[in-house]
């Protein structure tokens, strides 16, 4: 049956940030990545209102489409498999961070389906098996750092853009109950781990992200461009929201958000310390000092009879150094 672009009108402005107007049109990617990112951080959903017409059209074509030729390189979709690869690292480190073996398997899976599912949107796809095995082999050389979720998020993005191809178009259209299911069990997966955190772990939650944001930042400080280009995409609709006037209210609260936020850095510092048993103004050379006594004191195999203990005192003493170091490294001379 036809679709039509007054229904799809309708059903953006009704559901659009649940992708409504995706599922009408047959985009159950495209719907399935609404439902978890809430149309695309709400960017995505207002900007769509432009390519309804195109995106109907397309749904009532029959005509099949260079599948012998491959899709030419989009800064968009490049942009959103990062962000929502991202999204779906933090994810996993609040929900699953606990599990044995998280990032050698929980983690990488959940930044590869997250660029993965980026790629199968619209008209175009990429390999599964080829981003996924980008994703584990990048994991384990960053085992143990939460900013893990950088590096496997851009080998991931590379291998997907590599692979990009058109996708076969189907013979038969497949029911609605079918594809409400397969969007519902999809949805659960994403959800499930998130609502475990929330009833019973808000105090573990709390202290993940703090710790992955603040490593993030710590990470993007060493690459001032980068960390600048990743933060101007990331707060870009703050900033435009507050330049048309529209403040207070919603907007302050976002402003205590964001000054909590950036407070993680100092606060990470100051812990670090106390890991390394140092005060606020160590020098490096005691900063080492320490750390070479604590990693002996707390190696693994000198602790056969602790060893989960000693693993987890040995990657914070780890971690901490790494941040003192990288902040002694960046401080202006």
Request: aromatic share 12%; proline share 5%.
């Amino acid at each position: 049956m036809a679709k039509r672009l007054s229904v799809a009108f309708v059903l953006w402005a009704l559901g659009g940030p649940a992708g409504l107007h995706h599922l009408y049109l047959g985009r159950d990617n495209h719907t399935l990545l609404w439902m978890l990112t809430l149309g695309g951080f709400g960017v995505g959903w207002l900007w769509e209102l432009w390519l309804l017409p195109s995106w109907v059209a397309q749904a009532n074509s029959a005509t099949e489409q260079h599948q012998d030729e491959q899709p030419p390189l989009s800064p968009v979709r490049l942009l959103g498999q990062a962000l929502v690869g991202i999204y779906f690292g933090l994810v996993a480190f609040i929900g699953l961070s606990s599990l044995p073996g998280f990032y050698f398997l929980a983690l990488p899976l959940a930044v590869g389906l997250g660029v993965h599912l980026v790629s199968e949107v619209g008209d175009q796809a990429s390999d599964l098996q080829g981003t996924l095995m980008a994703a584990f082999i990048t994991a384990p050389i960053f085992y143990g750092r939460p900013v893990a979720i950088l590096p496997i998020t851009l080998t991931t993005t590379i291998a997907a853009q590599r692979h990009r191809h058109y996708k076969i178009p189907r013979g038969t259209s497949e029911k609605l109950s079918a594809r409400l299911y397969r969007l519902g069990l999809a949805y659960l997966a994403f959800t499930t781990p998130l609502a475990y955190c929330a009833f019973y772990n808000t105090a573990a939650t709390a202290s993940y992200i703090a710790s992955t944001m603040g490593t993030m930042l710590d990470w993007l400080s060493v690459f001032p461009s980068v960390g600048g280009i990743m933060e101007s995409v990331l707060l870009l609709p703050y900033h435009g929201w507050k330049t048309l006037g529209f403040s207070g209210g919603y907007f302050q609260e976002w402003e205590k958000v964001f000054a909590f936020v950036q407070s993680f850095q100092s606060e990470r510092q100051r812990m670090a310390y106390q890991v390394l048993g140092l005060h606020d103004d160590a020098t490096t050379e005691e900063i080492n000092k320490s750390y070479r006594k604590l990693v002996k004191l707390w190696h693994p195999d000198h602790n056969r009879q602790q060893a989960a203990e000693a693993e987890k005192r040995f990657i914070e003493v780890q971690a901490a150094y790494e941040l003192l170091t990288q902040m002694k490294k960046s401080k202006p001379v």
